[in-house]
């Protein structure tokens, strides 16, 4: 009795279905990634004399090594950093041509005399750990947005949204160019009430 042939598989078209499964794999994986902290750097300049810079102008964020906050010296909760800075930038404690007739704040003359002076100093060490060091970024730029989104509900009530809303819609490559152009000068004198200075000290060791 003759014996049977095993019948082959034909493999002349795997390589053609290999091929559109990987294109197809690579065009519907998304890949997140990180996009940073958005901080746009001073233009050089040529500064023989730098600006004096009254010291209640300047609000002090230190982080240890161990990830503790130091507010103006002082040991404070991540969770209440956020007000003791809006309270300082909206404190307007000036007097005559450095008042500020929009703030809401205090008024006490030992802290900022007004938002265009205010400048808030943040430093790490350099052990402190990746996700405390962005807790505090986030809060101290949250200080800045809240109080925008108070001063552009305030000012353009009809738009019906607030500065960080207006501003997603800015950037936003849908935003027709008309609402763009609409939107940016509003942006830019919102900005410009409260000026984000937020300088950041090189990290070292700290105490």
């Not at 404070?76 to 300082?88: E, P």
């Not at 404690?93 to 929009?102: H, K, R, S």
């Not at 703030?103 to 943040?122: F, M, V, Y």
């Not at 949250?142 to 000012?155: G, P, Q, T």
Request: charged share 30%.
């Amino acid at each position: 009795m003759a014996k049977r042939s095993a019948p082959e598989v034909n493999a002349g078209s795997m390589a053609d279905i290999a091929f559109l499964l990987l294109i197809f794999f690579l065009v519907t994986t998304t890949i997140e990634t990180d996009s940073g902290l958005n901080r746009k750097l001073p233009p050089m300049e040529d500064q023989v004399d730098p600006p004096i810079i009254r010291e209640k102008n300047i609000f002090t964020v230190l982080v240890s090594k161990s990830d503790q906050l130091l507010v103006e010296e002082e040991l404070v909760d991540i969770a209440d950093l956020r007000s003791l800075a809006i309270a300082f930038l909206d404190n307007g404690g000036g007097v005559g041509d450095e008042a500020c007739n929009y703030c809401q704040g205090e008024r006490d003359e030992t802290s900022s005399d007004n938002p265009d002076k205010a400048i808030i100093s943040l430093k790490n060490d350099r052990e402190t750990s990746y996700k405390v060091y962005i807790a505090v970024q986030n809060e101290l730029v949250a200080a800045y947005n809240d109080l925008r989104n108070r001063e552009f509900e305030k000012l353009f009530p009809n738009l019906g949204i607030n500065f960080v809303q207006a501003q997603k819609q800015y950037n936003d490559p849908r935003t027709s160019p008309e609402t763009a152009e609409d939107l940016k000068p509003k942006l830019d004198q919102v900005k410009g009430m409260y000026p984000q200075k937020l300088s950041e000290a090189e990290s070292n060791k700290l105490n």
